[in-house]
């Protein structure tokens, strides 16, 4: 059975730093377009960053730019995402989500989804 689980998510004051990790099971993530996305309360989820197959990193939403890194380690099966500096505006629910395909800039869905984490920043 293909799954994603994500993790690390929580309280955090402005500011603040979390990590969170996606743990692919099933599958090899090492084959797979891995994109982070964020749902914010009564917002439409967002994709926040991708990494491809090939570890080439993007960010699509400007403001996390300098601020979050996606990364993965196959050897662990797993894809992270790192957020630094982080802002009120950050908090939602956060997904990880696999396609099978080669570079961020794909057009084929994402078919694989993990059950989010919540990431609220607050003081």
């Known amino acids: 059975q293909l799954q994603l689980v994500e993790s690390g998510g929580g309280l955090v004051q402005p500011g603040g730093s979390l990590g969170l990790a996606c743990v692919a099971s099933g599958f090899s993530l090492e084959n797979y377009v891995i994109g982070w996305f964020r749902q914010a309360p009564g917002k439409e989820r967002e994709e926040v960053s991708c990494?491809?197959?090939?570890?080439?990193?993007?960010n699509w939403v400007d403001s996390v730019e300098g601020r979050f890194a996606i990364f993965k380690d196959n050897a662990k099966n797993t894809v992270y995402l790192q957020m630094n500096s982080l802002k009120p505006e950050d908090t939602g629910v956060y997904y990880c989500a696999a396609r099978y395909d080669v570079f961020c800039t794909g057009d084929d869905e994402y078919r694989y989804w993990g059950q989010g984490t919540q990431v609220t920043v607050s003081s």
């Open positions: 990494i491809s197959r090939f570890g080439q990193v993007r």
